[in-house]
């Protein structure tokens, strides 16, 4: 069974950036659609951003962070990214990275069957 390991995650002041890393715990040659999503306090997980297997496939991202939000994969290595720019206090949740068989991403959750531990972002105003 696949597993997946976020890292990147921390504290930063409104205004700042991060960079989200997941990466699978073992090698594999298969490609994935790939998501990010995160969940506040007291809210539902939500998507963030998800992009489909194949290299140049379309990205998809959640309204609330069009614009500074940036995901990006390395399908050599199966590796997600997720730049985080210009961040805002209602950013801060954990933030789960998820992995489908499916060649075509989606926002839904029941889409991906391998999903991180995740890893805590927190803006402070």
């Known amino acids: 069974q696949m597993q997946l390991v976020e890292s990147g995650g921390g504290s930063v002041q409104a205004g700042g950036s991060l960079r989200l890393s997941c990466t699978p715990s073992?090698?594999?040659?298969?490609?994935?659609?790939m998501a990010w999503f995160r969940q506040a306090p007291g809210k539902e997980r939500e998507g963030v951003a998800a992009?489909?297997?194949?290299?140049?496939?379309?990205?998809k991202y959640a309204e609330s962070v069009k614009g500074r939000f940036t995901i990006s994969k390395d399908n050599a290595k199966n590796t997600l990214y997720l730049q985080m720019n210009s961040l805002k206090a209602e950013d801060t949740a954990i933030y789960y990275c998820?992995?489908?068989?499916?060649?075509?991403?989606?926002?839904?959750?029941?889409?991906?069957?391998?999903w991180g531990q995740g890893t805590q972002v927190t803006v402070s105003s």
């Open positions: 073992k090698l594999t040659n298969r490609r994935y659609s």
């Open positions: 992009v489909d297997a194949d290299d140049g496939g379309s990205a």
């Open positions: 998820a992995a489908s068989v499916s060649p075509l991403a989606a926002m839904k959750e029941a889409w991906y069957e391998y």
